[in-house]
Each structure stands twice: as structure tokens, then as C-alpha cells.
């Protein structure tokens, strides 16, 4: 018994030495440096990923398509209007898109389309004048990939997925703009 206490003492000490090394990091984490894009959450592509094409229609009765955004950066914003998160980050999304005008064109897809009239209050409490596109059953998000709302994705000039912001985010802080030009290459 106590050979086997020895032995498990030695192969804990072991394993010890072993992975703490593996698991020792910079004991300055304010000395290193993050980008943005890391600290505001965006996952972004390293791989070439052309943005999938969509025609929707607006809730103003518009149609609005993808490639109408060729030659600009584009926000694409899904959210739902059950969504608490959405509802705060689509208020967020309207003040940084004023802030910021000509910078990005930002679409905003409901994805709960055929809730027309529940997308609508949401867009009338919020005073939202950015483009509210209806998708039905979740045709385009599940096109796109979407898990859960809000989910925003950045697509560059040439049309191609650059970034992926799962989850509610700050987007009137000071890191928002920066990301978003980091991920895109705007400067």
C-alpha cells in the first residue's frame, strides 16, 4: 500500500512539472498587446468565404439584395424580435451607424419575418431607421450559418465574410469602430 503512495505522489509530481510549463503564460498580461478585433469578440476568417447572396424584402416594402452592397463595407445584423439582446443592440447599432455614417452600411434581418407586425413595434419603440429586412422561417440565417441572435457578420467591399460577432456587444464603446475597421482593413 505504501509503494503505491509513492508511486501516485511521483506521477502527480511529474505530470506537475510536466503541464505547468505547458500552461505558464506571460506573467504581464498588460504588456501584451490585443487586437480589437480580440477584445470586442470577433471571430474572424482566415479562409476566403464569399458572403451568400439574399434578395429580402424591407419592411417599408423595399427590396433590398446583397449585391447592391458590392464596392461597400457591410454590417449584416440578425436578430429577433423575441430577442431582449437584439432589441437592446439594434437601439446600440442605430447610434453607432450615426455616429459613423459612410464608414459601413449596416443591414439589420429579422429573422422572425413572418412576425411582421411584432418586427415592427420592436422598430417603432426603438426609433430604428436602419433597414429592417424580413427573413421567413430563417431561410437566409440558417444560409448564413446562424446559431443564435444576435449575430452580426462583416462582410468587405469585395463581398466576402471577413467576421462573425455571436452574442450582444457595446456597440456604441470605444473598441466597436476599431474592430470593425481592423477586420475589414478600413483605415
Same mark, same amino acid.
Given at each position: 500500500?505504501?509503494?503505491?503512495?509513492?508511486?501516485?505522489?511521483?506521477?502527480?509530481?511529474?505530470?506537475?512539472?510536466?503541464?505547468?510549463?505547458?500552461?505558464?503564460?506571460?506573467?504581464?498580461?498588460?504588456?501584451?498587446?490585443?487586437?480589437?478585433?480580440?477584445?470586442?469578440?470577433?471571430?474572424?476568417?482566415?479562409?476566403?468565404?464569399?458572403?451568400?447572396?439574399?434578395?429580402?424584402?424591407?419592411?417599408?416594402?423595399?427590396?433590398?439584395?446583397?449585391?447592391?452592397? %458590392?464596392?461597400?463595407?457591410?454590417?449584416?445584423?440578425?436578430?429577433?424580435?423575441?430577442? &431582449?439582446?437584439? +432589441? *437592446?443592440? $439594434? #437601439?446600440?447599432?442605430?447610434?453607432?451607424?450615426?455616429?459613423?455614417?459612410?464608414?459601413?452600411?449596416?443591414?439589420?434581418?429579422?429573422?422572425?419575418?413572418?412576425?411582421?407586425?411584432?418586427? %415592427?413595434?420592436?422598430?417603432?419603440?426603438?426609433?430604428?431607421?436602419?433597414?429592417?429586412? &424580413?427573413?421567413? +422561417? *430563417?431561410? $437566409? #440565417?440558417?444560409?448564413?450559418?446562424?446559431?443564435?441572435?444576435?449575430?452580426?457578420?462583416?462582410?468587405?467591399?469585395?463581398?466576402?465574410?471577413?467576421?462573425?460577432?455571436?452574442?450582444?456587444?457595446?456597440?456604441?464603446?470605444?473598441?466597436?469602430?476599431?474592430?470593425?475597421?481592423?477586420? &475589414?482593413?478600413?483605415?
Amino acid at each position: 500500500m505504501r509503494w503505491i503512495a509513492i508511486i501516485f505522489v511521483i506521477a502527480i509530481g511529474t505530470a506537475v512539472t510536466v503541464i505547468q510549463p505547458l500552461q505558464a503564460k506571460d506573467p504581464s498580461p498588460a504588456l501584451q498587446k490585443t487586437s480589437a478585433c480580440d477584445s470586442f469578440g470577433i471571430q474572424r476568417f482566415q479562409l476566403k468565404k464569399e458572403a451568400p447572396f439574399f434578395s429580402l424584402k424591407g419592411l417599408n416594402g423595399q427590396q433590398f439584395s446583397l449585391n447592391e452592397y %458590392k464596392g461597400k463595407p457591410l454590417l449584416l445584423f440578425f436578430w429577433g424580435s423575441f430577442c &431582449l439582446a437584439c +432589441k *437592446e443592440d $439594434i #437601439a446600440l447599432l442605430e447610434i453607432f451607424f450615426e455616429k459613423n455614417r459612410g464608414q459601413i452600411e449596416i443591414l439589420t434581418i429579422a429573422i422572425d419575418g413572418e412576425k411582421e407586425r411584432k418586427v %415592427k413595434n420592436v422598430v417603432k419603440e426603438n426609433q430604428i431607421t436602419l433597414p429592417v429586412l &424580413l427573413d421567413y +422561417k *430563417e431561410k $437566409i #440565417a440558417r444560409t448564413y450559418g446562424v446559431k443564435m441572435v444576435p449575430t452580426a457578420f462583416l462582410i468587405n467591399g469585395e463581398g466576402l465574410v471577413k467576421g462573425m460577432i455571436v452574442g450582444q456587444r457595446d456597440w456604441c464603446g470605444p473598441d466597436a469602430l476599431s474592430a470593425i475597421q481592423e477586420t &475589414l482593413n478600413l483605415h
